[in-house]
Nanobody, 119 residues
Framework: QVQLVESGGGLVQAGGSLRLSCAAS????????MGWYRQAPGKQRDLVAR???????NYADSVKGRFTISRDNAKNTVYLQMDSLKPEDTGVYYC?????????????WGQGTQVTVSA
């Protein structure tokens, strides 16, 4: 059984910074991809950033140059450093990962953490 646990959300003023963390635990053999998705009220859940084994990264155009995704393989943890935050960054941020466990490869979601950016 695999779990993703997020932390680090909160309320911040525009221009500020937050750092999100997501730790994977359980019967993990390897982690293929870890990433962050965002869902604003009334909108679909969209990719913010992801990092693939080996270090390749992808970012949504709206966050390029402001957000940085990184990964600590020893801790099975992914981070999202969010700088120069804007009100439109507000939403629930979900951690997502493709993980190979003893039962095979599956996709997992965290419970979500709220990020609110005030103008």
């Amino acid at each position: 059984q695999v779990q993703l646990v997020e932390s680090g959300g909160g309320l911040v003023q525009a221009g500020g910074s937050l750092r999100l963390s997501c730790a994977a635990s359980g019967s993990i053999v390897s982690i293929i991809v870890m990433g962050w998705y965002r869902q604003a009220p009334g909108k679909q859940r969209d990719l913010v950033a992801r990092i693939i084994t080996g270090g390749s990264t992808n970012y949504a155009d709206s966050v390029k140059g402001r957000f940085t995704i990184s990964r600590d393989n020893a801790k099975n943890t992914v981070y999202l450093q969010m700088d120069s935050l804007k009100p439109e960054d507000t939403g629930v941020y979900y951690c997502n990962a493709d993980i190979v466990s003893f039962t095979g490869r599956n996709n997992y979601w965290g419970q979500g953490t709220q990020v609110t950016v005030s103008a």
